[in-house]
């Protein structure tokens, strides 16, 4: 069973591609959020219509369907554990880096291992559902959008109606168990990350529209939970806690809860978002576009660029709202251009990185970064840089699909 990574979350976050071919009247956009929904349906349309260029990044892209076809529909009702509630409609995790301590008989208090991932992580609770869940329904949709094969979108409705719609299985909109550390909580605010799936989820969601499979009355029930849950979100001890949280912990927040706020057509809730986001980028950068919060981390190169990729996901929600993000910067040069300036020597050619890095470097996730940010800062030398990674690796593959390059 495969997780969500965060190297393929950025995938979906910001599809901002040229100008491929003029839209036809029957074309549909689809209502997306994090992704270019014309830019999306001018490649649809271009792949259709017969050009090579996206044929090698749609076979990788219904590659991931196929897989995702052979995964089963997950619930929070298939784990063994029953939550604090006592209600194992409640999702329940435990931390990824709390690991028993060794000097108590009992384990308890669990100890910390930053960056280090507690095996029970994978059998305890919720944890790798919610991953497969998000993963499979992105991909089932991206499959179904591009090549209309229904067969997709209904594996996909079933994962949604499974997790979220069905009485029976269906997961209580609350996420008040999440991340939990045996002998000290039962859970936490940095357990809310354990929805960062939800974003990309709701993305494929708009991709599933005219889908037989998918049904108005599906829909309406979908928004109606995500409506409870961004109630919880915003009103929450652990929603708060997460949304104070100065580090990445905070910016996956804000992503998550406008995406969640635009579905839901609560448009000045996501507008709030990102007018703080600027505030938050002159906090989180340093003049020479080190990220301090980050880089204390033992994953520092890959948790920089996560919270990168977030607050780049913040500045494509401004887009919606005529809030330029991109060109915010302080006097001392703090910015999101400084932060991904920082990034490129160890991420692209091939330089020490000289913070800790005990896990391998996703550079991979650079890939469609430099896309934008080449259109953005209109820096022809971004997309340069972006040849020079693994062009057959599956994520950079698929991104093609989803990025022009410049």
Not at 272 to 289: C, H, L, M, W
Request: aromatic content about 10%; glycine content about 6%.
């Amino acid at each position: 069973m495969k997780t969500f990574s965060y190297n393929r979350s950025f995938l979906i976050f910001s599809v901002i591609l040229g100008a491929l071919l003029p839209l036809s009247a029957q074309t549909t956009v689809p209502r997306v959020f994090l992704i270019d929904g014309k830019a999306l349906a001018q490649a649809r349309e271009s792949y259709r219509a017969g050009n090579p260029e996206y044929r090698e990044a749609v076979k990788a892209a219904v590659k991931e369907a196929e897989n995702a076809l052979k995964e089963k529909p997950v619930s929070v009702m298939d784990k063994t554990q029953v939550p604090p509630s006592g209600d194992k409609h409640d999702y329940m995790s435990i931390a990824p880096y709390w690991w028993p301590d060794p000097s108590k008989p009992d384990g308890l208090p669990y100890i910390r291992k930053d960056g280090e991932v507690n095996p029970e992580r994978a059998v305890i609770g919720d944890r790798i559902r919610i991953g497969t869940l998000a993963m499979s329904v992105w991909s089932l949709g991206l499959a179904y959008y591009v090549t209309g094969e229904e067969h997709y979108a209904a594996h996909a409705a079933r994962f949604l109606q499974r997790w979220f719609l069905d009485p029976e299985t269906r997961k209580n909109p609350n996420l008040e168990y999440a991340q939990a550390v045996p002998g000290r909580n039962t859970g936490r605010g940095a357990g809310v990350i354990d929805g960062h799936g939800y974003r990309e989820l709701i993305d494929a969601v708009g991709l599933l529209e005219g889908s037989k499979s998918w049904t108005k009355s599906d829909q309406q029930a979908l928004v109606k939970w995500f409506e409870q849950y961004l109630d919880w979100l915003l009103a929450s001890k652990n929603g708060k806690e997460e949304a104070a949280a100065k580090n990445n912990h905070g910016t996956t927040y804000a992503v998550q809860a406008s995406c969640i706020a635009l579905f839901v057509g609560k448009d000045d809730i996501a507008r709030k978002f990102v007018e703080s986001t600027r505030d938050r980028i002159i906090a989180q950068v340093e003049p020479d576009g080190s990220q301090p919060l980050e880089l204390v981390r033992t994953k520092s190169w890959n948790y920089s660029m996560l919270n990168l990729e977030s607050l780049m996901r913040m500045a494509r929600i401004g887009d919606r709202f005529g809030i330029d993000l991109w060109s915010v910067r302080s006097e001392d040069g703090r910015s999101i251009r400084a932060a991904l300036e920082y990034l490129l020597p160890a991420g692209v050619e091939g330089k020490k990185w000289e913070h800790q890095q005990i896990a391998r470097m996703e550079t991979e996730r650079l890939f469609p970064v430099l896309c934008i940010a080449a259109k953005k800062y209109n820096e022809p030398g971004y997309a340069s840089l972006s040849k020079k990674l693994d062009s057959k690796n599956s994520y950079v593959l698929v991104s093609k699909l989803l990025h022009a390059e410049p």
